[in-house]
C-alpha cells in the first residue's frame, strides 16, 4: 500500500478527471504554471491505470499550458477501487483547507523573500493581514546567518 513509484509519461496520455470536484482558476492555472517554470515539478500527479488524474488536475493543466511534454506520476495501487480513487481526490483536495497560516511566521518569510529580490505574485501572494509592511516597519533588520551565509529577519528587534 506505502509502495510509491513515480514514472514519467506523456502528457498525452492523461486525461484530466472530468468530475474533479475542485475548480482552477485562470489565476491559480497561471501560478501553478509560474511554479513550475521556476522550481520543476517537485510532486508527482496521481493517476488511475486508465490515465484519468485524480490528484494534480491543475498542475497537469499548467504543464499543458507551459508546454510540457512529459510529466512525472505515481499510479494509484491496481486494487483500488473507484470509489477509493474518489476519495484520495478529495481527501488531496480537501485536507489543505484544513490547515490554518501561521500569518506571523508567514509574513516574516514572505519579508525575507521580499529583501532578496523574489516577487511576492511569483509564489502566489499578493497581500496578507496584517499587510506585509506593517511587519517591514516593525521587523525591518536583517541579518546574516552564521551558518549559511543568507539574511534572515533580526527576530531580536
Same mark, same amino acid.
Given at each position: 500500500?506505502?509502495?510509491?513509484?513515480?514514472?514519467?509519461?506523456?502528457?498525452?496520455?492523461?486525461?484530466?478527471?472530468?468530475?474533479?470536484?475542485?475548480?482552477?482558476?485562470?489565476?491559480?492555472?497561471?501560478?501553478?504554471?509560474?511554479?513550475?517554470?521556476?522550481?520543476?515539478?517537485?510532486?508527482?500527479?496521481?493517476?488511475?491505470?486508465?490515465?484519468?488524474?485524480?490528484?494534480?488536475?491543475?498542475?497537469l493543466e499548467a504543464a499543458k499550458q507551459i508546454g510540457w511534454t512529459?510529466?512525472?506520476?505515481?499510479?494509484?495501487?491496481?486494487?483500488?477501487?473507484?470509489?477509493? *480513487?474518489?476519495?484520495?481526490?478529495?481527501? +488531496?483536495?480537501?485536507?489543505? =483547507? !484544513?490547515?490554518?497560516?501561521?500569518?506571523? #511566521? %508567514? *509574513?516574516?518569510?514572505?519579508?525575507?523573500? +521580499?529583501?532578496?529580490?523574489? =516577487? !511576492?505574485?511569483?509564489?502566489?501572494?499578493? #497581500? %496578507?493581514?496584517?499587510?506585509?509592511?506593517?511587519?517591514?516597519?516593525?521587523?525591518?533588520?536583517?541579518?546574516?546567518?552564521?551558518?549559511?551565509?543568507?539574511?534572515?529577519?533580526?527576530?531580536?528587534?
Amino acid at each position: 500500500m506505502n509502495d510509491l513509484r513515480v514514472t514519467k509519461v506523456k502528457i498525452s496520455s492523461l486525461q484530466s478527471d472530468p468530475d474533479n470536484a475542485r475548480k482552477h482558476s485562470i489565476k491559480n492555472i497561471d501560478s501553478i504554471a509560474g511554479s513550475l517554470k521556476r522550481f520543476g515539478q517537485r510532486k508527482p500527479l496521481v493517476v488511475t491505470g486508465a490515465g484519468i488524474v485524480i490528484a494534480g488536475n491543475g498542475t497537469l493543466e499548467a504543464a499543458k499550458q507551459i508546454g510540457w511534454t512529459d510529466i512525472f506520476v505515481s499510479f494509484v495501487p491496481a486494487d483500488w477501487s473507484f470509489e477509493q *480513487a474518489r476519495a484520495y481526490a478529495l481527501v +488531496d483536495n480537501g485536507t489543505a =483547507e !484544513l490547515a490554518e497560516w501561521d500569518n506571523d #511566521k %508567514l *509574513a516574516m518569510q514572505l519579508i525575507e523573500l +521580499d529583501s532578496v529580490g523574489w =516577487e !511576492l505574485d511569483d509564489v502566489g501572494f499578493e #497581500k %496578507l493581514e496584517p499587510p506585509i509592511d506593517e511587519y517591514k516597519e516593525k521587523k525591518s533588520s536583517f541579518v546574516e546567518c552564521k551558518d549559511c551565509g543568507r539574511k534572515v529577519l533580526d527576530k531580536a528587534n
